[in-house]
């Protein structure tokens, strides 16, 4: 299971950080990846993590705000979400990277983050 915390509502300009934890599933041996979905539009992928931690991505979208970091030794993912904008306005759920791992696990509830301009 997948537990998603730390969302909020921030000004713009704000930060946050986002954590997912994982229960009854160990994460170390998967890439991770976080995803945003906002009302009418589809889930789309923000960023990700490799096992290691050493390799990242990132959207061009978030590049330069945003900084995904993992702790394997916590079975935690993190999304450090800073000079955020209205836009970024949606709920952030973390699962495995789909470009490298198949399927998805199961989806939690997710962490609302909702930005005032």
């Known amino acids: 299971q997948l537990v998603e915390s730390g969302g909020g509502l921030v000004q713009t300009g704000g930060s946050l950080r986002l954590s997912c934890a994982a229960f009854?599933?160990?994460?170390?041996?998967?890439?991770m990846g976080w995803y945003r979905q906002a009302p009418g539009k589809e889930r789309e992928l923000v960023a990700a993590?490799?096992?290691?931690?050493?390799?990242?991505y990132y959207a061009d979208f978030v590049k330069g705000r945003f900084t995904c970091s993992r702790d394997n030794a916590k079975n935690t993912v993190y999304l450090q979400l800073n000079s955020l904008k209205p836009e970024d306005t949606a709920i952030y759920y973390c699962?495995?990277?789909?470009?490298?791992?198949?399927?998805?696990?199961?989806w939690g509830q997710g962490t609302q983050v909702t930005v005032s301009s």
């Open positions: 699962n495995v990277d789909r470009r490298y791992t198949s399927p998805y696990l199961g």
């Open positions: 009854g599933r160990t994460l170390s041996r998967y890439h």
């Open positions: 993590v490799s096992p290691s931690g050493q390799s990242r």
